[in-house]
DNA sequence: CTAGATGCAAAGACTTTGCATAAGA
DNA sequence: TCTTATGCAAAGTCTTTGCATCTAG
């Protein structure tokens, strides 16, 4: 579960498919709902998982075919974990950053940006973008019981 | 190739395995050699390849050994780049971080780290590591001669 | 010598593609 | 209706594992 406010309500996610063009099928409604009420990391098989249960005939490249289409018009975002690919209603609201818990993966939002402070760089490079996040222990998991998995 | 400087010779790497008790083979040593070497980020396919001229008979396998070992005694680091899993020499001379150019992949390095800036974060979260990586377009690229990569 | 590393082959995990059928708009 | 999305099956890609052989120390 995340900790900031979920930047992305079902209706959002809906009404942006429909935007593009898209079809609002029972399938991709799941799977708004899904990330919207949840607002944490899951994989493709996370994702399968919880569809199954309303859509026991979906198909896990429907899954993949989705996820891919919601990432690429941007209402998902991607992340390489330790465990593999996941992936995250985006916070389009506004720029921000992450820290995320190396154990359970909670995520919380901070409102610090490198980019504004950020000096001395190599000149000569057109700037597009950048990643900035710290990961640590939320205060669940510092007492170390469960055994942390190595986020890179 | 990278702009810094190589932060491992062959020598630095060979002694990183050699003090953690493993063998010194010759594809270990070619391994080194093209890390060393390239300064940038190689699939297994890359280092397949490499490896395939100098040793004929080396396996996909041994290849992807290797370099999970050399990962986890922290002479390669990996990176999910857009087109994949990539290895790198790590740069354990010390702590900075890195301007990636999205179309060629060139890497330059930089002082700033925003970790000594950050404020105002959420409280009880045990922090142990932070990425911070730019993405953009290097001199040579800028000019958008190639078709630019979609790094994350 | 002898534990550790390699090459081969095979299996495994994950993801994508082709095509007929089903269902949004 | 009629185009898009789905489900099924199959193939593809990438990565790991088991085991006999080889080799660095």
Not at 80 to 90: E, I, P, Q, R, T
Request: aromatic letters at 10%; hydrophobic letters at 35%; proline letters at 3%.
């Amino acid at each position: 579960m995340q900790v900031g406010t979920h930047t992305h309500t079902i209706d959002e996610m809906l009404r942006a498919m429909a935007q593009q063009g898209w079809r609002i099928t029972e399938q991709r409604r799941s799977l708004a709902t899904l990330f919207a009420e949840s607002g944490s990391y899951l994989s493709p098989k996370d994702v399968y998982e919880y569809m199954k249960v309303k859509y026991p005939g979906v198909s896990f490249d429907t899954v993949y075919r989705n996820l891919r289409l919601l990432s690429e018009m941007g209402v998902l975002e991607q992340f390489h974990l330790a465990d593999g690919l996941k992936f995250k209603a985006s916070c389009l609201s506004h720029h921000h950053h992450h820290m995320i818990c190396i154990s359970c993966e909670k995520t919380v939002t901070f409102e610090f940006c490198p980019m504004k402070l950020v000096k001395d760089l190599p000149e000569s490079f057109e700037i597009q973008s950048h990643r900035f996040e710290i990961f640590g222990y939320c205060s669940d998991c510092k007492s170390g019981i469960s055994q942390p998995s190595e986020l890179h």
